[in-house]
């Protein structure tokens, strides 16, 4: 991938993706609820696993594509079943219960 058009959009995604990362990660940084929490740190790990992808077309290199597929593997998949599987439902309604009283 030569073409300077096809470079230039790829960075612009790019930048269009650590936008959401950042903006995603104010959301984290601002939600109270467990579920929610979680979800976003899916999301995150998402954006910067697209991110590596991105930057590993543009550079031409697979070792961000190991990285992408390392980080999506295990930020988006592995660590939050272990918190699912560590936290019993209980934890999340009590927080969220007492949360809102």
């Not at 991105?54 to 272990?82: C, F, K, M, N, R």
Request: charged letters at 15%.
């Amino acid at each position: 991938m030569n073409d300077p058009n096809a470079i230039n959009w790829l960075e612009n995604l790019n930048a269009l993706t650590g936008g959401l990362f950042l903006l995603t990660t104010f959301g984290l940084v601002a939600m109270r609820q467990v579920n929610a929490c979680l979800r976003l740190f899916i999301a995150l790990s998402i954006f910067l696993s697209v991110s590596a992808f991105l930057l590993s077309a543009i550079y031409h290199t697979w070792h961000l594509v190991v990285v992408g597929i390392v980080d999506l593997v295990t930020e988006a998949i592995v660590i939050p079943w272990l918190l699912r599987r560590a936290l019993r439902d209980e934890v999340y309604t009590r927080r969220e219960i007492t949360q809102v009283q």
